[in-house]
């Protein structure tokens, strides 16, 4: 996800101009004695926004991962072949499936069903019926095992290959929707970025994949628009 930091690094710096931009019209617009003080201020905030951690807890991280597998602003798939899928799933500590391309293209489906309904999770949009329809065909394909614990009932993955890792991802989707964190787990509303991330915000109404990047982006966006009206 190189290509990806390397945009970060450059938006940062865009909205760095921005932000200066920003800082002259205060200047003019300030009343005499004011300006010195106030921009300053102005600059101080935009440079301590910093992401707000997206990851999610426990098991519904390895969704988000997932999810983040196609890093769809620059176009860099990480799962271009089974053997892809193999490397990411050890690096998640599961065990390889050995994914045949049917199955692969299986997946592929199922992460961007599931990227679908994570959009849906912004201001409770109606989740689209055939992304609905992969992820709950997936909680077959998948062995997912109900299981009743201390803390009450949980799902745990069984099975081995590809079974087993869409088990482990759907384990988590089930858990996470029984426990109320699922709908915190969104998309970025940027359209181009769609960046999976974990909205921690009190208020559930997190929209940015991350404020320096997707959030600036809005801002500047905002800004450039109240200057033209
Ligand atoms: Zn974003």
């Known amino acids: 996800m190189l290509a990806r930091q390397s945009a970060r690094n450059s938006v940062d710096a865009q909205a760095l101009v921005s932000v200066t931009v920003f800082m002259v019209t205060k200047v003019i617009d300030a009343p005499p004695g004011g300006a010195t003080t106030k921009a300053p201020t102005t600059v101080t905030v935009a440079r301590m926004e910093t992401d707000a ?7 519904l991280e390895l969704v ?3 999810v983040n597998t196609l890093d769809v602003e620059d176009g860099v798939e990480a799962l271009a072949g089974p053997a892809d899928l193999d490397a990411w799933a050890r690096e998640r500590g599961c065990p390889p499936p050995g994914a045949a391309a049917a199955d692969l293209a299986r ?3 199922l992460r961007e069903a599931l990227r679908s309904l994570l959009l849906a999770h912004h201001d409770g949009a109606a989740a689209d019926v055939g992304a609905l329809g992969v992820v709950d065909d997936a909680m077959s394909w998948g ?9 009450g009932l949980t ?3 069984a099975g081995h290959g590809v079974p087993g890792l869409v088990g482990r991802l759907m384990s988590a989707v089930s858990a996470a929707v029984v426990d109320g964190t699922w709908s ?5 509303g940027n359209d181009t970025c769609r960046w999976a991330f974990y909205d921690h915000s009190r208020s559930r109404t ?5 404020m320096k990047v997707c959030g600036n982006r809005a801002k500047q966006q905002k800004f450039k628009q109240a200057l033209r009206d």
């Open 64 to 66: 988000r991962a997932f």
């Open 206 to 210: 997190g929209r940015w994949c991350s």
């Open 53 to 59: 951690g997206p990851q999610a807890p426990g098991e």
């Open 143 to 151: 062995v997912v095992r109900p299981s009743l614990a201390a803390g």
């Open 107 to 109: 997946v592929l489906e």
């Open 184 to 188: 915190r787990l969104k998309v970025c």
């Open 155 to 157: 799902w745990r993955a």
